[in-house]
């Protein structure tokens, strides 16, 4: 081919690529599917779904549910949970240097009490001094009380819960530690100087009763009323920490257990006539999200060998019944603090399960007698009759009187008394520090024996084991004006104080020993 044939031929190929590529340029279907687009964008403007989407923030309104999910929460369902279970343990020993009069057992009778905040070493007593906030539990000899024995050191916040086996060899005290790891109730073992904490508790107050441990009559075994799951039981344990028993285990309120003189028995008060148990879901129980929890209960005996449950009466009690002696037990009905009209008293005898009203026969409708004490024998009792007039009577166990005086008159609540072992005189004084007389000894008949004027005056006077001595607190305003503890004969006279030369406050305990 020649070579113009060729370049015309190049040419006319140009020309037919440039109209190619000319072509799509010049054709209007993108610019219609432009304008297409264009229109088609505004759908999102009118689309009014996105704003008209409500339904998200009326969401709330179906909130209602996790609102009234809250009541689930708020439903008393959690106070149904169990407390924590509590286990007998022994931790935390200490070794105690006791003396050795203690450590091995001593002969005769001591007083114990309690000294706070001593200030020992201060030549002027009258100069203010810092508390020491240390308590010191002290036995001494009646025979010679500047040879006191300092027995135990504890903090001033343990107060008076301090509770002495009869023979004065262990001691249960609670203790608040600096953590809950030392706080609880020890056991001091005075056979081996080894105190050692057995319960991990925070208080003695067990929902909602203060429950006084009880020492068997010989000191080998403890007696404790402590909250289960659901409700209280009453547990024995040696003062090793050994050998728990549930005396109690029903599902009911079981609290302030008391053993018997002999060690037969364990006295308690119970609420499972009216609840025979609080555990959710059992058949006969109550319901603690309906029925508020007992004040008290019916007075009952646990038999300490067989386990055999007693009841000694059919009326409801509001405050701990009291041993008279090993068959006998009074304790009283109707409390004015929860509304009663009148506060009677009673008798129950263990050995046939019967009790019987004390009611003084012509007083007044509706009877307040208060501070009771009962003669060793349950016939005779010594009380403050506080109806109309306020007068001291003596009364048989069946309701006749027997002498009453207005000649002691005082405040409700404020006196006490106290029978010699031998059931033939009574001391009388007054409780709290409110002591508005000196020692007022008198006998069965309610004749005076002895009318000693103060100082010192004398409250909560206590006759020791054998009866020939009395041991009281009282006030000497010759001295310093404090309360210091007396011991007397057994008329109350030739009183000695026991603790003049200690400083801060003192509370007697009683007798130890025998």
């Known amino acids: 081919m020649s070579l113009r044939r060729i370049f015309l031929l190049c ?80 931790d935390n020993w200490t070794l105690i240097d006791l003396p050795d009069a203690l450590r091995t057992g001593f002969s005769g009778a001591r007083i114990a009490f309690i000294n706070v905040n001593d200030r020992d070493g201060i030549g002027n007593p009258l100069t203010p001094q810092p508390a020491t906030n ?95 799951g659901y409700d209280v039981d009453i547990f024995i344990v040696g ?31 119970s609420d499972r006539v009216r609840c025979p148990s609080w555990i959710p879901g059992a058949s006969d129980g109550c319901d603690a999200m309906v029925s508020p929890p007992p004040n008290g209960g019916n007075p009952f005996v646990v038999d300490v060998e067989t386990l055999e449950v007693t009841q000694l009466s059919e009326q409801w009690v509001t405050e701990p019944p009291r041993w008279v002696n090993s068959r006998m037990v009074a304790f009283s009905s109707g409390d004015p603090a929860f509304g009663d009209p009148e506060r009677t008293l009673w008798l129950a005898n263990v050995a046939t399960g019967q009790s019987r009203q004390a009611r003084l026969a012509g007083g007044a409708a509706n009877q307040l007698n208060l501070a009771e004490s009962w003669s060793p024998d349950g016939n005779v009792v010594l009380f403050q009759s506080a109806s109309n007039d306020t007068e001291v009577v003596m009364m048989d166990a069946n309701g006749n009187p027997i002498a009453r005086t207005a000649e002691l008159n005082f405040a409700r609540y404020g006196m006490t008394a106290s029978w010699s072992p031998d059931g033939s005189r009574v001391a009388i004084g007054g409780t709290a520090g409110q002591c508005p007389y000196g020692s007022r000894v008198v006998d069965r008949q309610l004749n005076f024996l002895t009318r000693g004027n103060p100082p010192p005056s004398m409250c909560d006077p206590i006759f020791s084991p054998d009866g020939s001595l009395l041991a009281f607190t009282g006030v000497n305003p010759r001295v310093d004006g404090r309360v210091d503890v007396y011991v007397a004969n057994s008329t109350g006279l030739g009183a000695i104080s026991m603790t003049g030369t200690l400083r801060g406050t003192i509370e007697l305990l009683g007798w130890v020993g025998s």
């Open 11 to 90: 040419i006319v190929l140009s020309a037919t690529a440039c109209q190619a590529l000319a072509g799509p340029t010049a054709t209007p279907t993108p610019t219609a599917t432009l304008t297409a687009t264009t229109t088609s964008t505004e759908t999102p403007t009118i689309t009014p779904t996105p704003t008209d989407t409500p339904t998200p923030t009326d969401t709330p309104t179906i909130t209602p549910t996790p609102t009234n999910t809250a009541t689930a929460t708020t439903s008393p369902t959690p106070s149904l949970t169990p407390g924590p279970a509590l286990n007998f343990i022994f």
């Open 134 to 228: 240390v308590e010191t539990l002290y036995f001494a000899s009646p025979d010679n009380p500047a040879g006191r024995v300092a027995v135990l050191q504890l903090p001033a916040s343990s107060e008076d819960d301090i509770f002495i086996a009869p023979p004065g060899n262990a001691i249960a005290y609670m203790l608040q530690g600096v953590t809950s790891s030392q706080t609880g109730l020890y056991v001091l073992d005075f056979s081996v100087g080894v105190s050692a904490r057995i319960l991990a508790i925070e208080s003695l107050n067990q929902r909602g009763f203060f429950n006084e441990p009880s020492w068997n009559p010989d000191g080998s075994r403890l007696a404790v009323a402590i909250a289960t």
């Open 239 to 269: 003062r090793d920490g050994s050998n728990v028993v549930n005396m109690t285990n029903n599902g009911s309120y079981d609290v302030w257990p008391s053993w018997s003189p002999d060690g037969r028995y364990i006295l308690f008060v």
